[in-house]
């Protein structure tokens, strides 16, 4: 697999050792590292998992996780023309319950062609056309 895009749950179980999807976290980021697989990262999905650290360990464990993810990931900006679509997507689908944060890595996933990694496939699911990947 070439590329992927990165949902929050991954990135916070690989940076919180305490997460219960941990030791999957770990595994899957060895194997994707060792298939040198490109992880496409949208900007919102580095806010949440920063923020989530930071409310939930210690402003140094938050400012560590950010600097790694910056060397690690391939950062991924959206324009006022991908929000407008984001918002567009988003209002065409008004039982939805997902958040802006889903919803740029649903637009990422359908744009690149690549699948998603996530832990909480709820979000997801209203999106036929997603494919995931899991660790094997």
């Not at 496409?40 to 999905?45: C, E, K, S, Y």
């Not at 402003?59 to 407008?84: C, V």
Request: aromatic fraction near 12%; charge should be neutral.
């Amino acid at each position: 697999m070439r590329q992927l895009v990165l949902d929050a749950g991954p990135l916070i179980a690989l940076f919180y050792a305490k997460d219960s999807y941990h030791s999957q976290s770990v595994a899957g980021f060895t194997q994707l590292s060792q298939a040198r697989t490109i992880l496409l990262t949208p900007i919102p999905i580095v806010f949440e998992v920063y923020k989530w650290l930071l409310q939930r360990t210690s402003p140094g464990l938050a400012q560590q996780t950010l600097e790694t993810m910056e060397k690690s990931l391939h950062l991924m900006a959206i324009n006022r023309t991908e929000f407008d679509d984001l918002t567009a997507m988003i209002y065409a689908l008004p039982q939805w319950q997902g958040t802006l944060e889903d919803a740029t890595v649903a637009a990422m996933a359908l744009h690149y062609r690549c699948p998603v990694w996530t832990l909480n496939f709820r979000d997801f699911g209203i999106f036929s056309k997603l494919k995931f990947w899991n660790p094997s």
